[in-house]
């Protein structure tokens, strides 16, 4: 009895030799494991790749005021490692604000469907988005970093027409 027992000892610890712990073949028997070499990217990947992005719109819904104008805040948090690298936003506004779009970053004003910013040391970047004579529906923004391995990220975030009284 003692031999066998040696020898599933042995074979246990000739197998996980093989494939260690977080290495692509251990991960692909344990996909729900959180380590670092486990998780999914954006590319569809694992293992070594920064974590996906995290595209947020605050207020959403955003809430037309006035002469249907917007005003919201989009945010997009990524991983350090994108630090000081350029992460640029195309969005659908145009499609749902004839009076324009003005987008305030740290790199500038732009006007139009698309802005820049600069993600900064803790991997975020913001976006300051200004609009006129809004339509009520929902509006898809993508954010794309200019890096490397540029990564692509969306979300989308809805208009509400104004609430009575405003």
Known sequence: MAIVLILVVSLSSAASAKNPRGSAKWCAH???STL?????????????SP?????????NPVLETG????YAVLSVATDP???EQTVEVVSGIGNRCRGGALWVTDQGEFTGS??????????????????????????????DVLAGTDPTYST???????????
């Open 156 to 166: 989308t975030f809805t208009i509400d027409p104004p609430a009575p009284g405003i």
């Open 81 to 83: 490692v994108y630090a």
């Open 114 to 143: 698309a802005a820049s910013a600069t993600i900064d040391n803790d991997g975020h970047a913001t976006f300051t988005l200004l609009a006129a004579a809004c339509a009520a529906g929902p509006v898809t923004v993508i954010a």
């Open 51 to 59: 974590p996906p992005a995290n595209v947020t719109v605050s207020p």
């Open 36 to 48: 670092a070499g486990c998780r999914t990217t954006g590319g569809g990947g694992s293992g070594g």
């Open 30 to 32: 344990h996909p729900k």
């Open 67 to 70: 002469g249907s104008d917007v």
